[in-house]
């Protein structure tokens, strides 16, 4: 008859003010680094701020970030743990690093129930570290959370480009709120991005080049927040921020 | 409590649900909770005593236990899911989310974790029973 949990998500998300998913048509152009850091960042402008694992079969912020042994608390639901003040919430809670395969409605059904339980605090910006593609996760946070902003990322490849494009023509037919588009992994700078970006009326937030030094850095908030990576990209979301 | 979540949710369902077809109170409210999320059927229903709304002060709560049935996609073995014998860490991380049981359970026939659950994952609402209008 009623699914009960589809019915508290929404006063769930309640306390939170902006919810971004980094998202891309393509793989492994960055968005859970993007994702990790950005929520460092905002952390750090003394904003309060959530960080949320929607990749469950290959997270990743829990390793970008170094998070430490703390669990979340059962009140009522589950709150989660901060870590450089940044409440937490990811599946590696209850899977630790063991595979966890999951199909299309194991992966639905696990999205609802993490959203229907979570107590997050008073939030400014929630971050979704998302999966690539345009599959379950993609669409399942377009039902549930209509006011959700996407960030998309891609590189200046011209694959993870048209994929991307496929993911903006999906969030446009369904009048999402589209964030702008970030360029990870820049070895030589051009215009083309950002010029493809603006024709497509959106807005370019900026290019990221490919830092050689991010690698020995992840797993060390500190370490990542002084990164060029990370001025980079501070430097290209300060757009979407107040002052 | 992990109760507390779900049986908010299953009030606001019902005040939904009660709202929609014009309920002036709810009488039977029938909830089906599924074995392998391992709900504490006590808390349950102590948590939605609790939230009743007045729509549904007198309502009755029955709450159905169903089985947890498991189906292996690769070998096709079927069979029924049972928490005893495993760690209590594990039920814990299954009971908030069910679907971690493919980290843990494997096809007692082969072996795999790509299984399904046929039956019985969490909680659901099969029935609100109530009186219209004055009637
Ligand atoms: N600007 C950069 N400079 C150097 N390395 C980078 C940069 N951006 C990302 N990387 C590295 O590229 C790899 C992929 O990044 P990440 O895991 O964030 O991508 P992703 O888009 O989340 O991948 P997936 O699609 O698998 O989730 C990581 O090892 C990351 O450290
Ligand atoms: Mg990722
Ligand atoms: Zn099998």
Redesign the interface.
């Known amino acids: 008859?009623?699914?009960?949990?589809?019915?508290?998500i929404d006063?769930r998300l309640s306390t939170i003010d902006h919810i971004i998913a980094v998202c891309s048509g393509k793989g492994g152009v960055g968005k859970s680094v993007v994702a990790s850091t950005l929520s460092l960042l905002l952390a750090r402008r003394g904003l309060e701020v959530g960080l949320l694992d929607l990749d469950?079969t290959c997270p990743a912020t829990h390793l970008i970030l170094g998070v430490g042994d703390a669990t979340p608390e059962?009140?009522?639901?589950?709150v989660p743990p901060s870590f450089h003040g940044v409440e937490y919430m990811s599946?590696i809670?209850?899977?630790?690093e063991?595979?966890?395969?999951?199909?299309g409605?194991?992966?639905t059904?696990?999205i609802i129930?993490?959203l229907?339980?979570t107590?997050w605090g008073r939030l400014s910006h929630l971050v979704v570290d998302m999966p690539p593609g345009l599959g379950d996760a993609t669409l399942d946070l377009m039902r549930l959370i209509p006011r959700m902003e996407f960030l998309i990322v891609t590189t200046p490849s011209r694959i993870a480009f048209q994929t991307v494009r496929r993911l903006i023509e999906l969030l446009r037919e369904a009048d999402r709120v589209i964030l702008g588009v970030l360029e990870n992994m820049v070895l030589e700078p051009s215009g083309r991005i950002r010029g493809e970006v603006e024709a497509m009326g959106l807005k370019y937030l900026g290019s990221i080049p490919f830092d050689p030094k991010l690698e020995e850095a992840l797993g060390d908030a500190e370490a990542l927040l002084q990164t060029d990576f990370a001025a980079s990209l501070n430097a290209a979301v300060s757009s979407l921020l107040p002052d | 409590?992990?109760e507390?979540?779900?049986a908010?949710?299953?009030v606001?369902?019902v005040s939904?649900?009660a709202e929609e077809q014009g309920l002036k109170r709810v009488t039977e409210v029938t909830?089906r909770i599924g074995e392998l999320q391992q709900v504490d059927r006590e808390i349950l229903i102590f948590a939605i005593d609790q939230l009743r709304p007045p729509i549904m002060r007198d309502a009755k709560i029955i709450v159905e236990e169903a089985p947890a049935k498991l189906r292996c996609r690769v070998c096709g073995h079927s069979w029924r899911f049972d928490p005893k014998g495993l760690e209590e860490e594990v039920s814990e991380?299954?009971h908030?989310?069910?679907?971690?049981a493919?980290?843990?359970l494997r096809c007692p026939s082969c072996g795999s974790?790509?299984f399904?659950v046929v039956e019985g994952?969490?909680?659901?609402?099969?029935?609100?029973k109530g009186l219209r209008g004055d009637g």
């Open positions: 008859m009623a699914d009960p949990r589809l019915e508290v006063r469950f059962e009140e009522r639901g589950i599946l809670y209850y899977t630790g063991r595979p966890t395969p999951l199909r409605e194991d992966v059904n696990a129930e993490i229907s339980v107590r | 409590m992990h507390w979540a779900l908010e949710g299953v606001a369902a939904r649900i909830v991380a299954i908030f989310v069910p679907e971690v493919h980290a843990y974790p790509d399904e994952r969490g909680i659901w609402l099969a029935s609100v």
